[in-house]
């Protein structure tokens, strides 16, 4: 549909920037898409459960016995899946660190409208699929083709224009990062809000690449043009910029909030003496993570660093804390194999998008 036949236009433009308190709309979306639960941060695998999720329109409902994936466009040998045919295929397990490019968001003033994400907006699961890139080249891309798109079944509509949610990816990205077409995730089928029954999973990105409720992949001749690719998830620093797309997830680290919370105003209440403070630390496109600081007191002290147990999976992190009676706020930061530190402050983009700063954490120790 275009804007001129769209009947809600009135109501269809975004509430641009906006300080203080959140809208009743972002509330809305904030109780349909819940993040995760910090405290979960202990576990490699996020139970899934507790995964995070964004869900930009309302969840379709698929039979996954009627289900079909079709390879439409300019292939020489188009063809389709059913569910069946998908299982059957061999079949490769990976942890992978999902993070929304909206994490963050509720950190960046003044702040866009749309899913008002503190911290919470990431998980790791074990996701079960089969390789994408040997789908695709079955089909026999034409010559002349330059992307893929990759199409949901979820349809709605932003800033009055109405789209099923699409996105698109080169082959040589496709290649670099693994992408698999997933049907499960931690060992059982993908629920309904994760994209069952099939979604694509893209390491190292931001999650939007990562389309759920999968139907279609179409090779392209020009540039995918669809809204979720060109229309939103670009870094842009004035609202008339195109902006650079945005791609690999940026470094980041959060922390167990220690000690115990308050009810109603969410500070942590801490005993004195020995404590452990831990957390988890990712970076995209495969980077691994170098380093990671824990501020105490204006003091910043490095904190051990597991091992991460895939080349997309968040890393553990740990430092021990003997904590004195006071009120602290603490702060982490991690830095990457390719060099890149978290920030203090949060980056400026217009829609608030990949705000990476240091988390901060306020706790009395009693
Ligand atoms: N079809 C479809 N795919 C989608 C989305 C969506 O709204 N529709 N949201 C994307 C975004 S922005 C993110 S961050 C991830 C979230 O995946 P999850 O909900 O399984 O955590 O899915 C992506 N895939
Ligand atoms: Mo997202």
Redo the contacts with the bound molecule.
Sequence with gaps: MTDKFYPFKPHSHRVTTTDGLFSSAEVGLANRNSGILLEMLTEDITPTGA???????DVPVIDEATHKLEFSGEFESPYSLTMAQIRSLPSVSMPVT?E??GNGRAGVSPRSHSMPWHYE?V?TSMWTGTPLLPLIERACPAQSVVEFSFT?A?FGYDKGEGHY?ARSMTLDQMQQLEVLLVHSMNGSPLLP???SPL?IIVPGW???A????LVDIKALTEPFTGFQQVRTYQYRQTVDDPGQPIQGMRVKSLMVPPGVPDWSTRCRHLQPGATTLTGRAWSGLGAEIKKVEIEIDGLWHNASVHHRNSKYAWTQWAFEWNAQPGEYVLRCRATDSLGNTQPLEPPWDVAGFANNAAQTVHVYVD
């Design positions: 995964h995070y999720l964004l869900n930009h329109f999902l929304c490019a907006a998980g949901g979820d949610f809000q994760h994209g979604r931001y999650g939007m990562s389309v759920k409720w």
